[in-house]
């Protein structure tokens, strides 16, 4: 068992390809009510969580919610790829905003692992391309996420250390 520090009233910016494990990494390790997904605002906006066109008023959304609870005090955690370095710089801004520490917990997996679980889903059906682009974008990411902002950094390197992992808040 590995333990994640993280301070208790923090922004959790979870950052990983589809298919790394992010939603079922948030389910083990945080309330229902504290983790906020990028498919569920899609669902919530555009009654599709797969619809990506619809991603602009979900991500407005889920960040308009995610302050709300920042200002009230109360850990958070995004559930989205978050490879890409703008969707991080608006959740570093606003952890910023409200006066609260990012976090970001990596769910680095190989993606051919992450390949043979988008393709036994019935819930995803993009295709291999997009998940090389995803790669591609989360290696530079790696590199970067200090240098942005994330006060802590948590990489997580395969299956073994993302189950092992569980979360220490530290007030
Ligand atoms: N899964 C698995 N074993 C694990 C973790 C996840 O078999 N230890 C499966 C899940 O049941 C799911 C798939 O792998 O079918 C992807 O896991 P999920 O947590 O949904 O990955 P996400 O990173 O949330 O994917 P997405 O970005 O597409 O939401
Ligand atoms: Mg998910």
Redesign the pocket.
Known sequence: MTELTVPALSLVVLV?I????????AQRNFAPSQVLSS?AFRAMVADDENDQSASAAAFDALHYVAGRRLAGGRLTVI?A?NVQDHARAGLVALARAHDVLPVAIV?DLPEEECWA?TE??PD?SFGRGVLGRQSRDLRRSIKRLSREGFRTVHVLHG?EE??AATIRPQR
């Open positions: 990983g589809s298919g790394s494990g992010k939603s079922t990494f498919d559930d790829t769910l679980r036994r889903r995803r299956l993302i189950e």
